[in-house]
């Protein structure tokens, strides 16, 4: 989890090959209007958020053998809605320094842009007890740091 353009979606494809288990792109779940109020530059409110999250939720209950979803989830009460009657989930806080992010979401082709970086800061509740990863280094090494840390708490 984290703001877009942190790599979560890179991450967690990484970490998904990595322990053999299903990816699941949490962007894919948004509803074409939400989607559309995104590209135009315009942050989600929690009526945007709260079907999506539900539908996520529905997909994470429909895999019992796991997955690792890629989703921003802010707020904690946004991980509430998502994790609601989930057992055995591992959070993964992806952070870095604005500026870098602010880099790459200008490089990017994604869902989106940098104007949104802002609000979406300014919305992040950072998760208690989560694996916190900061993403400057290669990807292969911040899917390393994500392995050693899950490893090391038994996961």
Same mark, same amino acid.
């Not at 559309?36 to 539908?55: F, N």
């Not at 509430?80 to 870095?96: A, I």
């Not at 490089?107 to 989106?112: I, S, V």
């Given at each position: #989890?984290?703001?877009?353009?942190?790599?979560?979606?890179?991450?967690?494809?990484? =970490?998904?090959?990595?322990?053999? =288990? @299903?990816? /699941?792109? &949490?962007? *894919?779940?948004?509803? @074409?209007? !939400?989607?559309?109020? +995104? !590209?135009?530059?315009?942050? #989600?409110?929690?009526?945007?958020?709260?079907?999506?999250?539900?539908? $996520?939720? !529905?997909?994470?209950?429909?895999? @019992?053998?796991?997955? %690792? /979803?890629?989703?921003?989830?802010?707020?904690?009460?946004?991980?509430?809605?998502?994790?609601? &009657? =989930?057992?055995?989930?591992?959070? %993964?806080? $992806? +952070?870095? *320094?604005?500026?870098?992010?602010?880099?790459?979401?200008?490089?990017?082709?994604? @869902? !989106?842009?940098?104007?949104? /970086?802002?609000?979406?800061?300014?919305? =992040?509740?950072?998760?208690?007890?989560?694996? +916190?990863? *900061?993403?400057?280094?290669?990807?292969?090494? %911040?899917?390393?740091? %994500?392995?050693?840390?899950?490893?090391?708490?038994?996961?």
């Amino acid at each position: #989890m984290g703001v877009s353009g942190v790599g979560k979606s890179t991450i967690a494809r990484g =970490l998904a090959e990595r322990l053999g =288990l @299903p990816f /699941l792109e &949490g962007d *894919d779940f948004h509803s @074409p209007e !939400a989607r559309a109020k +995104t !590209a135009r530059g315009e942050a #989600m409110t929690d009526e945007d958020r709260w079907p999506w999250l539900d539908r $996520l939720n !529905a997909e994470l209950r429909s895999r @019992p053998g796991g997955a %690792v /979803l890629a989703c921003s989830a802010l707020g904690q009460r946004h991980r509430e809605r998502l994790l609601q &009657g =989930l057992d055995g989930v591992r959070l %993964v806080h $992806l +952070t870095g *320094d604005p500026a870098l992010i602010r880099r790459r979401m200008a490089d990017r082709k994604g @869902p !989106a842009g940098p104007e949104l /970086l802002d609000s979406q800061l300014a919305t =992040l509740e950072p998760p208690a007890g989560a694996i +916190t990863v *900061d993403v400057a280094p290669p990807v292969d090494e %911040v899917v390393g740091h %994500v392995l050693d840390a899950l490893d090391r708490e038994g996961g």
